[in-house]
Structures are given as structure tokens and as C-alpha cells.
């Protein structure tokens, strides 16, 4: 399809293991932003790049979270030995380009830490 | 985080009704979102402002850059337009903020 496309949509995961989750973004689209969205909260910024440049980390809740856009298109954001609290919705947007662009959003993928 | 604040949270009108959601955050913003998320998570950009009005068939949004702040209209409500309504900033440097959002329930 056209949209920002991530898998898998659900992902269940025992507290400690590694989890990576994916994100295609718009065919040309530079900007690639994701968020964290806790159960009956707003989406909560992690981390941007722009092209392969990751430009802000700062939302990133701690160093097990890792995130990667090697070649400027498909990112992965990758949670190693997860905890309970890293239970959430990560969703992916991406934008056109830096500046007054809207944001199109994945369907995200739901995480689920046993 | 306060950066972004909604209201009402939650919303339950009858079908026919206009609706207003407002959003006002603290600080000067490069522009403001708003968004609708359906059940199951998948979320849509409806508008993105920076200044003035918008609107698209029976949504309209508006923005008051002096007085930070923002609203939501939705004319002539239906069911279908039950959805969480998120307002979402961006501030200088990228940074999205988003506010909690409102669950908005239209009965027929």
C-alpha cells in the first residue's frame, strides 16, 4: 500500500527477551519519527531521523532502547532485555520533510511484555 | 509532561450535535495537529495548522497563535465520528508533544 506500513502488529514477548519492531515509511519520505503510546494515554515522542541521520534521541526512556534508519528508508527500533512497563502501542510516522509537513501515521504495533 | 492540554476528556453527544474539542499548550509551537484514532490504535492526521482556519468537509479547526490555542469542530456529528481526538505540537526543533486526547462517543 501507499501508507507507513509496521510489523508485526502485535508482539508478545517474555520481560528480558529482545524485541524489534519495523517500520516502512513513505516511498521518499525523509523524516521518520517514533512514539510510544501507553494504554489510555497520548503517543509520546522517542526518537526522529532525518534520511539515515538520526537528529534527536531524546525520548528514548533508557539506553536498552535503540533505534536505527541504516539506509534512509526502513527503520527498526529495537528494546532489549524488555520490562513490563515497555507494554505499549510503538507507532511510526513519517513526513515529507522537516518543516510544516504532516505526519502520516502507521497502524503501530501493539506490545505486550509478559 | 502539561506542554499540551485537552478538553473535555471524554465527550458523549447525540447524533446531529455540533461538537468542540480545545487544545491549548504553553509555549510557541512551528504547528499544531490534530488527529483521530480509532479503536485498535491506527491513527489519522486530520488537519495541520500553523495559523488561521481549516476545514474539510464537516471538520473545521482552528488556531489562535497570541492566545495558544486550538479547536476542533465537528458539524452535524455522526456515530462514525466516535474516535479519540488527539491534539499533537511541534516545536521548534521537531519535537512533537502530544495531549492525552479525547474520547468522543456520538449516539444515535
Known amino acids: 500500500g501507499a501508507g507507513v506500513s509496521q510489523s508485526p502488529r502485535y508482539k508478545v514477548a517474555k520481560r528480558g527477551q529482545d524485541v524489534a519492531l519495523r517500520c516502512d515509511p513513505i516511498?521518499?519520505?525523509?523524516?521518520l519519527f517514533w512514539y510510544q503510546q501507553a494504554l489510555g494515554q497520548g503517543p509520546e515522542f522517542l526518537t526522529y531521523?532525518?534520511?539515515?541521520?538520526?537528529?534527536?534521541k531524546s525520548g528514548l526512556p533508557s539506553d536498552r532502547f535503540f533505534a536505527e534508519r541504516p539506509e534512509g528508508s526502513v527503520s527498526t527500533l529495537k528494546i532489549q532485555r524488555t520490562q513490563q512497563e515497555d507494554s505499549a502501542v510503538y507507532l511510526c510516522?513519517?513526513?515529507?520533510?522537516?518543516?510544516?509537513?504532516?505526519?502520516?501515521f502507521g497502524d503501530g504495533t501493539r506490545l505486550s511484555i509478559l | 509532561k502539561n506542554e499540551v492540554e485537552q478538553s473535555p476528556q471524554n465527550l458523549t453527544a447525540q447524533e446531529g450535535e455540533f461538537i468542540t474539542i480545545n487544545c491549548s499548550y504553553s509555549?510557541?509551537?512551528?504547528?499544531l495537529h490534530w488527529l483521530q484514532q480509532h479503536p485498535g490504535g491506527g491513527i489519522v492526521s486530520l488537519f495541520m495548522?500553523?495559523?488561521g482556519k481549516k476545514k474539510h468537509g464537516r471538520l473545521i479547526a482552528t488556531i489562535n497563535i497570541q492566545e495558544k490555542h486550538s479547536s476542533l469542530h465537528i458539524t452535524a456529528s455522526h456515530p462514525r465520528d466516535s474516535a479519540v481526538y488527539i491534539c499533537?505540537?511541534?516545536?521548534?526543533?521537531?519535537?512533537?508533544?502530544f495531549g492525552t486526547g479525547t474520547s468522543l462517543t456520538v449516539i444515535p
Open positions: 499533537a505540537v511541534r516545536f521548534p526543533g521537531n519535537q512533537f508533544y
Open positions: 495548522l500553523s495559523s
Open positions: 516511498s521518499g519520505h525523509v523524516s
Open positions: 509555549v510557541g509551537i512551528s504547528a
Open positions: 510516522a513519517s513526513s515529507l520533510g522537516q518543516g510544516y509537513q504532516p505526519q502520516h
Open positions: 531521523f532525518q534520511n539515515e541521520a538520526q537528529l534527536d
